[in-house]
């Protein structure tokens, strides 16, 4: 059968997830056209109700790409306080690293 | 015809290197051939790459003497020394220069707009032409030194092309670091010919692998071989100079050297499972190759996470990437010697290693095509100034969020496919790897909805109300990775069995190499 991946303990095949998928879209679509008929794009009706103050602007409302996942990097904060200062950007730390790798594989392969 | 079809591999690195020789004399006399010219000598490199990896595949490994008759052997004994130049292609060096091939085109394509208006284009595409000569004399030889001598050209070329077209000094940084770090690399790549060469006074791979036997010497170089391709490939603890110079090359390059730092990894599987032909202990040598891979895996993702700069931050997802390919091929590697276990798991995973090779070529290099179209156009780097450029470059956005969705490993792209692979034959071999590999991949997911949200969702901006979609060509280009992405996703069996299979084959099973090249040993 076309499209049938074997991975050895099972098997994946996209054809059938995407008919799958199809069929959800086509019953999203559906509840989508049952619902209100009197929804005017570009009208009042889309503009956010904010207590009655004045909408912000574009710049202001955007979520930036540093505000996400703070959450993240500060649970991890002990991890990253070691982790990222070892990225110096100095060359001569780069070949350290490098011949530390190379020495303990070198030990390691040897010993065991 | 079938003097062209007769020579394919001599071609394969004569076609790029005559386009990058002509390209500067066509920079001097015809500037406008220039652009098109050096589409031409690409496409034409990328149909002799193609027709070669076709003609291994159907027929079987291609051995080819340079400078001797068809009937001439492939290892002359020259005075007790046996030297000849040989390229050896099998299915796994079909399977890298399919994925070279593909690339190249693609992001030649996309470099003929992007680099319109920027000047020192005749070096720009000589080097080009020179970094796709590099990966394809990697992926081809079958003599450690000229593995070595195109290994210099696929980094010099690679760094050189680094340095364009950032003002400030950084990409020259960069660069300096890309070449510096790869030099070094590149030295004990030699060194370790050395000692091979030492031993076995030949440096022929395929005669090499019919004589070696482990001793501190072989195991010395087998170590140098091992650490100097894994900085190539960008793997933990050897990966530091990748970001730096990935975010700062111009991003059609970046696409490319995607490719070629995969030559690296080449190099690794070449010579522990055909040079090194699994006479050394290969559960401890699985198991460094998989602990690389975690560390690649674990530190490039949590390292993209809090990136600003987009393109660092897809650069440190290579990193992450490039552990699951180790993390495949090093539970292959460990179960090497056990049939049972090798034929239960250890083959899919091996496959599931290689193919995730192809897969992260197009969708990273598509990730990298889609993240440069909107530096052409916006002029800015840092996701915290970016925001709403969903509105302007529709296409962009669903090549963009193709890629995503592709390396974050979500059906029913490529990505998943072979991730899948990974985690059903690694769970079989150790459930813990399998566990990680998962766990990365939903931070990958994560990372890349920041991403996709920063730059392309959210109210049209104001200082981005100008801007319009990517120039066709760069569109053309991306619509290519895009296809293999999604094609490969829907009938990822069709290229397992045609390419994948073959590919891993012909690394488990090293006697159709040993033979090919020796006409059934020596």
Redesign the interface.
Known sequence: M?????????F?N??V??VV?AAALIVSFIILKAGRKDYSKDTEQVKPYLSGNDEP???D??????N??YG??RA?KG??DK??PL?T?I?N???A??L???VI??V???L? | MSVILDNLPALLIAVPLFGAFLTPLFGRFLPKVRTPWAIFAVLASAAVAITTAIRVLISGPIVYVFGAGASAPAVLDSAGIPIRIIFTIDAFGAFMLLSAAIVSVAVMLYLAASQKRRSGKSAFYTLYLLLTAGIFGMVSTGDLFNFFVFLEINSLAAAALVSYHRKGGIAVEGAIKYAVVNTIGGLMVLAGIGLLYSQYDTLNMALIASQIAPNPVTITALVLFLAALAMKAGSVPFHFATPDAYSVAPSGVTALMIVASQAGLYGIFRILFTVYNGVFNTVTVGWVVIILGVLSMVIGVTMALPQKDVKRLLAYHAVSQTGYMLLGVGVALCVLHDAAALSAYGTTAMEGGLFHIFNHAMYKGLLFLAVGAVIYRTGVWSINKMGGLGHNMKWTMIFFLIGALAIAGIPPFNGFASKLMIYESTFAFNPVLAIIAMVVSILTLASFMKVFHSLFLGPKQPEYAEVKEAPKPMIAGMIILTVFVVVLGIFPDLFVNAVISPAADALLNSGTYLSAVLGGGL
């Open positions: 076309i499209g049938l991946l074997s991975t050895g303990y099972g994946w996209p054809i997830w995407l998928i602007s574009a710049s409302t955007h979520v930036r790409g540093g996400l996942y993240f990097t991890l991890y990253y982790l990222i990225h950007g060359l730390d780069y070949i690293w490098f530390i790798g190379l594989i070198f390691v392969v040897i065991i």
